[in-house]
């Protein structure tokens, strides 16, 4: 009966570690055909080229947007001094779909030339945000 339950355990564990390992690989080869594809119009006409960009993607009745993600991209923006360009995932679905953004709050870091170089679905932290500008800088 332990050996089962042990059996059934390991199994349910080695599943989920396969399927995140899946998940994170299509997050990876989505970035990397990202960077091969130009960005969509309405991009090119918001972010301007030449310097590192944030996009920030939320919408109106996301809470944990406004509440949480919002104030550490002010932060952010107020000790790196970093362009932020908030945009509404419904209203510009196409850079949402060019991006796979499934979930917001989502972030999406550009490099000068507008090549996406790192996508955070979810929340991301300042600690995190702080440490993807770094390692856009040194690029």
Do not use: K
Request: charged share 15%; glycine share 4%.
């Amino acid at each position: 009966m332990l050996f089962e339950r042990l059996l059934m355990l390991l199994i349910t564990v080695g599943v989920m570690a396969a399927a995140y390992l899946i998940w994170r690989w299509h997050q990876v080869r989505r970035l990397a055909a990202a960077t091969r594809d130009p960005l969509p119009p309405e991009l090119e006409a918001i972010v301007p080229r030449g310097q590192p960009a944030l996009i920030y993607f939320t919408t109106d009745d996301c809470m944990q947007c406004h509440f949480r993600q919002t104030p550490i991209l002010q932060q952010l923006s107020a000790q790196a001094g970093v362009a932020i360009h908030t945009l509404d995932a419904i209203q510009h679905e196409t850079a949402a779909r060019f991006f796979g953004i499934l979930t917001v709050p989502t972030t999406v870091w550009l490099d000068a030339n507008h090549r996406p170089v790192a996508i955070n679905h979810g929340l991301a932290t300042l600690d995190q945000l702080r440490h993807q500008i770094g390692a856009l800088a040194a690029r």
